[in-house]
């Protein structure tokens, strides 16, 4: 089989995936606003996927890399198939809004109100919230158009060397060379006037006149009417800035009526440009390259880098152009110059900018109807509320399944160990916390308190560096050991280690995870979370915060592994026994649950497995670059992917081991960053009870038959269809009522105990 056809492309595969988030929008039986919250997903997905591998990919096409993918496509033919199916999917993204989500959600009461479509009283509370709150902090800022005739009476005067500096920067950038536009200039030759078309060279994004504009922020084009005398267009730009309200709502009679920013500043250009002819207003918005990376052997002071790489990425090069579909050819060149984009990478949008900005619209009050039944993250009934941790743990390990049982224990479990006179030190990484962490808050409260507390905290952690740099500076100040991360590596294990003094000597508690310490996303993410006091899970714990808190080599740990060091061979080493058992005529299988797979050493060893017959099940949430169901290479692999209300994130590998199976969680991912220039953990589970949850969780996912979906060996991904015998299941559903069930059945339980009352004073 040819090489390139052994692997899928790893950019394409994950735009497949933004297209299953897609699917839900389009799902009728889900309910609406669920429907526009996938859809305002996918555009945050595509936003994200723009800024970083499309950026990457357009840089390394500067630099003049054209190695091919392992898939065998240059970088020329990725941004070419990426700009393809970008296109479409936008197409799609919009097809779906406009003809199927809007009008249905106008039906149901909630209306985006057009500008001509607003009655006397609209019109007043918009001109009125105008006037207060929208003009008085908008700027709009003129830019200069350089033509590059100085003969025409009607040119703005521009010297040779304006005239020259505006062709060069025209010529400098590293894009796709633009068709040169032109306007109409009148010009007079030997005392005969006629009209022609002279080039014009638009600014530059480096041109003192044209605005610093921020990125993935909204602003508007303005095309003014030219001077007296001249033909010459004139150009502003009214940036919108980060924290401006998108939807303004409106006086309406019933449901919830509301209109755009742009729309309303729109309305009342006129009252920004006094005096001036306004030819035309059209939305628009970049997204800058934001694939920067910092370079640590050269960082002195890691803190002030990090914050330098984020000011950097404001200024980052465009990538993307959306503009209005309504603008004309003239303000789109104009843009497309300014900015400079090449051509396939200016998309021309008929609706609204910016459809991730519709999430904030799902929260809307009075439409419980067109939102999923409510499902609360439930306590785990083997836990007593009013006992302490510690004893509950010093008993049994704990295993939680994230968000059907509440994340609220793993805080509760920092907490008390920040209140404990006898907790003598806490240990914990950080990579995304939410931005008003309690568990933060409680390693503040406990290093107050005289506890020895230290914190990881990943300041590469990309997107979260100002909020990380915040925590790092406030944990400081608390006088809490700060680590920034392992250099060279970002630090993206999840572990907590308390050490306790108790009777019988010191004692240590670990939480181990393949989630963030995120209260929050622990609602919308499904993670797992082992809690344990086992000694040698304990002593790696130590181990593990030893070898990335100082210069000492890593140890030999007892149970877990560590990337980059020994995960990925632990890994090879249990997919090669499942094959050599094989060969020998053994039972041999592997199921997997994880984000990602993407390594190439990683997809070869599953080849090779399939080849002498392990069953491999994976289940695998977005990019997928191993090719499934191929004869003679893949036939014994399946790869599914559910996409449902909870984000699937849990990392959970299984191997069966000639019987004596080994069930392991961890926070990595089988892609290369995670192998190889992550420090990440994989954390056997070997207590029986956890086990066994843990692979009842496993398998609930893999018989999923309504939100699962398979993948094809041509690349595609096709609803898994139940045979006529197996019941309908949808496994978030399932695992939702199975905890629910487990409280319900943990009553039922206490109701059989009977305890008398005695009588005052009587004897026990």
């Known amino acids: 089989m040819a090489a390139e056809s052994r692997f899928f492309n790893r950019e394409l595969s994950w735009l497949e995936f933004d297209q299953r988030v897609l699917d839900e929008a389009r799902d009728p039986t889900i309910p609406l606003l669920e429907r526009l919250k996938f859809l305002a997903i996918t555009s945050s997905n595509l936003d994200e996927f723009t800024m970083v591998r499309v950026g990457s990919l357009q840089l390394l096409l500067a630099e003049?890399?054209?190695?091919?993918?392992?898939?065998g496509l240059t970088t020329t033919e990725q941004l070419r198939a990426i700009g393809e199916r970008m296109h479409s999917f936008a197409d799609e993204q919009y097809r779906v809004y406009l003809s199927e989500l809007e009008p249905a959600l106008a039906q149901a009461g909630m209306r985006r109100v057009q500008p001509q479509e607003l009655n006397d009283r609209q019109r007043k509370h918009v001109l009125a919230l105008f006037e207060q709150e929208i003009f008085p902090v908008l700027t709009p800022m003129a830019v200069a158009v350089v033509l590059d005739s100085a003969t025409s009476d009607l040119a703005p005067e521009a010297s040779a060397n304006e005239t020259r500096a505006a062709k060069k920067r025209a010529t400098k950038k590293k894009v796709a060379p633009l068709a040169a536009p032109t306007i109409p200039v009148l010009t007079r030759t030997d005392g005969a006037t006629s009209v022609t078309d002279a080039p014009v060279f638009f600014p530059s994004a480096d041109t003192p006149s044209f605005p610093p504009l921020i990125n993935q922020s909204l602003s508007l084009c303005v095309r003014l009417a030219p001077s007296a005398g001249s033909l010459v267009p004139r150009f502003a730009i009214v940036p919108f800035g980060r924290n401006r309200q998108r939807f303004l709502t409106l006086p309406s009679e019933s449901g919830f009526s509301f209109i755009l920013l742009e729309d309303?500043?729109?309305l009342f250009l006129a009252l920004l440009f006094p005096g001036e002819t306004i030819e035309e207003c059209v939305p628009f918005r970049i997204t800058r390259n934001a694939d920067l990376e910092l370079r640590e052997d050269l960082a002195f002071d890691l803190l002030r880098e990090m914050q330098e790489i984020v000011n950097a990425r404001r200024e980052g090069a465009c990538v993307r152009l959306e503009v209005a579909e309504s603008?004309?050819?003239?303000?789109?060149?104009?843009?497309?110059?300014?900015v400079a984009v090449a051509d396939e990478w200016v998309f021309a949008v008929p609706g609204p900018l910016d459809l991730g900005a519709f999430f904030r619209l799902t929260?809307?009050?009075?439409?419980?109807?067109?939102?999923?039944?409510q499902w609360s993250p439930k306590p785990l009934p083997q836990v007593d509320p009013a006992e302490s941790l510690f004893t509950t743990i010093a008993r049994r390990d704990v295993l939680l399944y994230h968000p059907y049982e509440s994340f609220d224990l793993v805080v509760r479990l920092i907490e008390e160990a920040a209140d404990d006179p006898d907790v003598l030190a806490i240990k914990q990484t950080l990579y995304r916390s939410s931005a008003k962490s309690p568990i933060v808050a409680a390693l503040k409260r406990a290093a107050q308190k005289g506890k020895y507390v230290t914190a990881v905290v990943e300041l590469k952690a990309r997107f979260d560096e100002l909020r990380n740099i915040e925590w790092a500076r406030d944990l400081e100040r608390a006088e809490v050991q700060v680590i920034y991360g392992v250099k060279g590596l970002k630090t993206h294990a999840k572990v907590c280690l308390i050490v306790r003094r108790e009777p019988q000597g010191i004692t240590r508690y670990v939480h181990f995870g393949t989630g963030n310490y995120n209260e929050i996303t622990s609602r919308i993410y499904s993670d797992?979370?082992?809690?344990?006091c086992n000694d040698d899970l304990g002593a790696d714990a130590t181990a593990f915060f030893n070898a990335?808190?100082?210069?000492?080599?890593?140890?030999?740990?007892?149970?877990i592994e560590m990337a980059p060091i020994g995960l990925r061979d632990k890994l090879l080493?249990?997919?090669e026994a499942e094959a050599q058992r094989k060969k020998h005529g053994q039972k041999a299988v592997i199921m997997a649950k994880f984000n990602a797979l993407v390594d190439e050493r990683m997809i070869e060893a599953l080849y090779e497995a399939s080849q002498e017959g392990v069953k491999i099940r994976l289940n695998v949430r977005g990019i997928c670059c191993l090719r499934p169901g191929v004869p003679g290479l893949s036939e014994n692999i399946t790869v599914t992917s559910v996409v449902d209300r909870f984000l699937e994130h849990a990392r959970v590998f299984y191997f069966y081991h000639g019987g004596d199976e080994r069930l392991f969680i961890s926070s990595a991912d089988w892609m290369p960053r995670n192998l190889d220039r992550r420090v990440e953990l994989l954390v056997p589970v070997e207590d029986p009870a956890c086990r066994t949850k843990l692979m009842a969780i496993m398998k609930t996912h893999f018989q999923d038959n309504v939100k699962a979906k398979k993948l094809l060996p041509n690349g595609t991904y096709e609803r898994v269809k139940p045979s006529s015998s197996a019941e309908p299941c949808r496994s978030q559903e399932v695992l939702y009522r199975r905890a629910i069930d487990a409280i319900e059945q943990a009553e039922r339980a206490a109701l059989t105990v009977f305890e008398p009352h005695r009588a005052p004073g009587a004897e026990e």
């Open 573 to 575: 080493e249990m997919i």
């Open 528 to 532: 797992v979370s082992l809690m344990t």
């Open 363 to 373: 929260d809307s009050q009075g439409f419980d109807a067109l939102r999923y039944e």
């Open 64 to 71: 003049g890399e054209s190695r091919p993918d392992p898939n």
């Open 264 to 266: 309303v500043v729109g």
């Open 548 to 559: 990335i808190t100082g210069y000492s080599q890593p140890q030999q740990f007892r149970k």
């Open 327 to 338: 603008g004309s050819r003239i303000v789109r060149e104009f843009l497309q110059s300014a």
